[in-house]
């Protein structure tokens, strides 16, 4: 059977590790490594501070995928590889990035140690009973979410952890199509009601001399990330709108309080578009566009901050002419708006 090695390619900003999910029992698909194969448990370094230590990622060892033309073969990461990971991870900012069996975002989670094993006899997870081969890359992560503790970690529903990212292999083989999200008509209709409300406030807002900075470099991050794919999509996936955000966060220019509360708001309804495994998808490339997640959870503590959340406009309706948004509804795997026609 085949054997491939995954790597990091450092030209491409989405390479590498995105976070770290709590699992019970993962596995790996294409090239969003979701690494559950390791039947190893995480130890309880401390019960009373809510810490918990395990294997992030783990050289040399063969993982068995099947591809979806049902062949059949083994990966792995290099030493190297590894390192590089555990690198990247800390320098991007993404120690509070964490997710609960790869579907859900959960906060409260956060790594507070991070090392490579130099020496399986004399590193410290041995005194935890676990023993780790020289290169593995090693968490301590803080538990401050109470329900994460009390009903997944104290029962015993998740019992290691795993990566989520992307890697470059070597191989040429067939890559599965990446399809256009089911609801594209209600992303475009919502993207218009942006354009719109830009323009509107644009025309409406009186000078406001209080602007705000020191969002998150990873906010600038995604916005390049999203012009990138943008570019390669031959610019199709953004009004003028998105457009201009991303090269505002690029440049790290500052915000005012109602332009914030229109990124909020934006960012709230886009991300049911948001697709991680699907890098080609204009809703995708959209929320990145805007500064993804941490750029939406720097506005919301910036608003709250201000005592200005009270006035955020979340009543954006995502649907087409004649329908409603009624919640969410589950659609491959992931929430997307239940449009439903207006009574």
Partial sequence: MEVYELFIDEEKLESGIHAISIVEDPAIEENFIALKA???????????KRILMGPALIPNKKIYRRGDDDSEYYIFFSEDTVRKASQLFLSRGNQNNSTLEHKYDLNGMSVVESWIVEDPKKDKSTIYNLSMPKGTWMVSVKVNNEEVWEEFVKTGRVRGFSIEGYFSDNADRPKEDIEEDLCSDCFNELQAEYALL????????????????????????????GIKRNKELNNKCATQVGKVR??????????????????????????????ASKPEACGTISYLLWGGKSMKNWVESK??????????????????????????????????PNCVPVK
């Fill in 303 to 336: 608003l709250k901050g201000l005592d200005e959340m009270g006035s955020v406009d979340l009543d954006v309706n995502p649907c087409q002419e004649g329908y409603e948004m009624v919640g969410f509804k589950e659609k491959n795997g992931r929430k997307v």
């Fill in 38 to 48: 390791h039947k190893i448990e995480m130890a309880e370094v401390n019960a009373e």
């Fill in 198 to 225: 830009e323009a509107l406030s644009a025309l409406e807002e009186e000078v406001e001399l209080e602007s705000y900075g020191g969002y998150p470099e990873s906010a600038s991050n995604n916005a390049k990330l």
């Fill in 246 to 275: 991303a090269q505002q966060l690029v440049r790290r220019e500052k915000f005012t309080v109602s332009t914030m509360k229109r990124i909020y708001s934006y960012l709230s309804r886009a991300e049911a578009y948001y697709d």
